[in-house]
């Protein structure tokens, strides 16, 4: 059995689909207490070793693992961030997977990042990260800009993924995903009348098939008010979203009589309690923008639309994880699927070469 360490794992969007195409996690580093509680309450994690700071590693207190994972710090190249690069303490993290790779040498990894990464000083910062894991001599390296809406989920997310494996099994081996996935693929996880499966409306956080409109809203000067994603796929989950909810993925849903709030409104009846709600200066009191009641994605749906079950949720629920910290979470997450895709074509490289740690 082939086994991974889960670096900066957040709340384990590596591992679940690491182990859905056959690898055992030996274990996992991350800082975040929030992540750690949930990822220590959903998976059985007794036999596994944990550490809270990636910078703090001792390379030989590490197992020995096959494939080492990690999403790192994606704030230093972030679009939505100063892009300082490795001029911000946090990308020099970057530093630390290349430590673990050069003193651990295990025979894969899995590299991810933002698509800012590709843009950050001119992509001289990329650049640098791919010579330095070419640098350490016995790994052939390939990225991709994948985008989750073409591995099952209805959610535009583009990402950078870096993998690596031996060089003595030549190059070219894990990009492009054509196996119906990646460009090629299909855009599954929505119902035949075209709007996202994993967006639902919820009350008590029991799911309803009342559905809706997917979009963003926008509450700058540009571009004021509920904006609709074609095709419904929800706009990129973000793990911090401004006081205004700008930019946030939210969903509309139509109300007969938006002067009369709590009145039964299409069979259902609203009460203040009832929808997750946040102030936004293009809504009125009610909530209410253009006819429509606007809302933002619960928690269960942000963790769907990163293609997570749903019992994580809950679990998070029953130890008192917060909804504030559920959306960060959901935001910082690799999508599942994708990285199911990439961890699967590993796996059967791996049984190719007929070679075992």
Known sequence: MLK????????????????KAGFKVAGFCEIDKYAVKLYNAYFSTADEVYFNDAAKIISRNLPDFSLLTAGFPCQPFSLA??????????????????????????????????????????????????????GLGHYSVEWALLNSKYFNVPQNRERVFIVGYPRAYGIGKIFPLTEGTGNTGKIAGKRKDGISSAVTTKVDRTESTYIVESGTMRTHNDGRGFRKMSDNISHCLNARAREDGSGQAVVSIPVLTPQRK????????????EEDMFTLTTQDRHGIFNGKRIRRLTPLECFRLQGFPDDIVKTAYDIGISDAQLYKMAGNSVTVSVVYEIAKKIMKLHREFKSEV
Request: glycine letters at 10%; proline letters at 1%.
């Open 4 to 19: 991974v360490f889960d670096l900066f794992s957040g709340c384990g969007g590596f591992r679940i689909g690491c182990e």
């Open 262 to 273: 709590n009145k039964r409104q299409n069979g259902r009846r609203f009460k203040d309690n």
């Open 81 to 134: 961030g100063k892009r300082r690069g490795f001029s911000d303490t946090r990308g020099t993290l970057f530093f630390d997977v290349l430590r673990i790779l050069s003193d651990k040498k295990p025979r894969y990894f899995i590299l991810e990042n933002v698509k800012g990464l590709l843009i950050d000083d001119n992509r001289r910062t990329f650049k640098v990260i791919i010579e330095k894991l070419t």
